[in-house]
């Protein structure tokens, strides 16, 4: 592997103990994915900040200890703790200090304090053909596919290594040749009316990611309406139910502004047709619960737009929320600063919604213990919220969630599921 | 595609705010804010925050 001087220098402890540590990690990772030479990247978006045990906390304190600061623009993914409302924590009081000690500790090495799984809704977000090294799955697969800017997937210890030297292996989504795409998505008989629905495209990404896996998928069919929280929607469930860091969608996303160039000229390997009944299926196996009864909602996984504020806003105006039932909304500081700078708290406050920021109701204990069913409009936290955090899930759209919450019990559009 | 979202706000930097009506305790529960010294982090007791 050709290392450039500064990468020597960093490698031979020139910069600090923790660029060492940081650099001898990058080279390794280079070493693994057989990349020939490191390249710059302009930004980091770093997961590690969010506790998993005593490893996480050793990780950080050592490159503390070391002087570790970063040196490109690095923004922070969730933590464990809502630093804004403590008081929403319902777990081991000590697991909480340590979550909040890592968080400090990130922020520390010069990481902005964004908590956010969503940093491509902050200003200054990376731009087209830009190399970046972004953790947390949905943001690789919305900065990849939406922006059209270059992230390979990386994850705990080696994003916050990227950041402190600036370097990552040219390797993976780097580069030109892995960036075509491998199998064909073609929506086949969908009605209409179910393309303009948002609840399509978390559907719609949990059939990209099971039948993607690592592959690129190339989905054609979308309408020219489709938006960025609707691909963001499509994004996180394809990196959920798959291990999906790009996808085009044929005429919407940067690189694929034809079905030949989002497969740069090659044929793909497999033709996956998406019909009506494929989709239906998707959307009840995204739902686990058996029954109408329902505890709670979770909105906002990946975190909520203020778009998606604005919508859920009209929602709670019109409707208010049924005793016993409670309502969350995750989402980042900046857009809460944002809902309140609109006025909108005053329905949230009216409504009894809880809005979370920070960090995600599927990775820290924030829902009551007691409560065992729980209804969310995202495709991701209906994937792992049963594992994490140990409850039953519904899945339905915004508007279902909305309509559940109101009426106490589960209710959902089933003829919004059937073909043309 | 129509650009939407708080991604369109053309100002170059975000604030991050540390403060928020919805707070209860009217004050952030982290020294993230005001970090002085990254190395005392290490040896530092962990806050009395309400968990």
Redesign the interface.
């Known amino acids: 592997m050709r290392l450039s001087a500064l990468d020597r220098a960093m490698l031979d402890g020139r910069h600090g103990e923790a660029t060492r540590l940081a650099m001898k990690v990058v080279t390794a990772m280079a070493s693994a994915s057989e990349a020939s030479r490191l390249i710059d990247v302009a930004s980091a978006h770093v997961d590690g900040c969010l506790y998993h045990g005593q490893a996480s906390l050793d990780f950080a304190e050592r490159l503390v200890t070391g002087g570790a600061r970063v040196t490109i623009p690095t923004t922070l993914n969730v933590g464990s703790v809502d630093l804004l409302h403590p008081e929403l924590y319902r777990g081991d009081p000590d697991t909480a200090d340590r979550g909040r000690r890592l968080m400090d500790l990130y922020a520390s090495m010069g990481c902005r304090p964004t908590w956010t799984c969503a940093p491509y809704q902050l200003a200054g977000r990376p731009s087209f053909g830009q190399h970046v090294a972004w953790a947390e799955s949905n943001a690789i697969v919305f900065a990849n596919s939406v922006l059209g800017a270059r992230t390979d997937r990386y994850g705990d210890f080696i994003d916050v290594c990227a950041a402190i030297t600036g370097r990552v292996p040219e390797a993976g989504l780097h580069l030109d040749r892995n960036r075509a795409g491998q199998i064909l998505l073609r929506l086949n008989g969908v009605s209409k009316k179910l393309l303009a629905e948002d609840v399509l495209f978390p559907v719609l990404g949990h059939v990209v990611g099971m039948e993607a896996g690592t592959m690129v998928p190339v989905i054609d069919g979308l309408p020219a309406s489709t938006s960025e929280d609707q691909l963001k929607a499509l994004g996180a469930a394809a990196a959920s139910s798959g291990a999906v860091a790009l996808f085009h969608a044929v005429g919407l996303t940067p690189e694929a502004p034809s079905l030949e160039e989002a497969f740069g000229g090659k044929e793909p390997r497999r033709v996956v047709e998406v019909t009506p009944s494929r989709l239906a299926d998707a959307r009840d196996a995204l739902t686990t619960a058996r029954s109408d009864h329902l505890d709670a909602v979770s909105v906002g996984t990946p975190h909520f737009s203020i778009d998606e504020f604005a919508r859920l806003t009209l929602l709670l105006e019109r409707t208010g929320i049924a005793p016993g039932v409670d309502f969350f909304v995750s989402t980042s500081r900046h857009v809460l600063a944002e809902v309140e700078s609109r006025g909108w708290l005053d329905v949230y406050r009216g409504a009894g919604v809880t809005l979370v920021v920070d960090t995600c109701t599927y990775v820290t204990p924030i829902l009551n213990p007691s409560h065992r069913v729980v209804m969310t409009n995202s495709a991701k936290w209906a994937y792992y919220a049963p594992g994490n955090v140990g409850v039953e899930v519904v899945f339905g759209s915004l508007e279902e969630c909305v309509r559940s919450a109101s009426e106490g019990r589960v209710r959902r559009d089933e003829a919004l599921w059937g073909g043309d | 595609?129509?650009?939407?979202?708080?991604?369109v706000?053309?100002?170059?930097?975000?604030?991050?705010?540390?403060?928020?009506?919805?707070?209860?305790?009217g004050r952030?529960?982290?020294?993230?804010?005001h970090?002085d010294s990254?190395?005392a982090?290490?040896s530092a007791a962990?806050?009395a925050?309400?968990?």
Do not use: D, E, Q, Y
């Open positions: 595609m129509p650009r939407v979202g708080a991604s706000r053309s100002c170059g930097v975000t604030k991050f705010p540390f403060r928020s009506s919805t707070m209860a305790n952030t529960c982290s020294s993230t804010v970090v990254p190395k982090l290490v962990a806050g925050c309400p968990g």
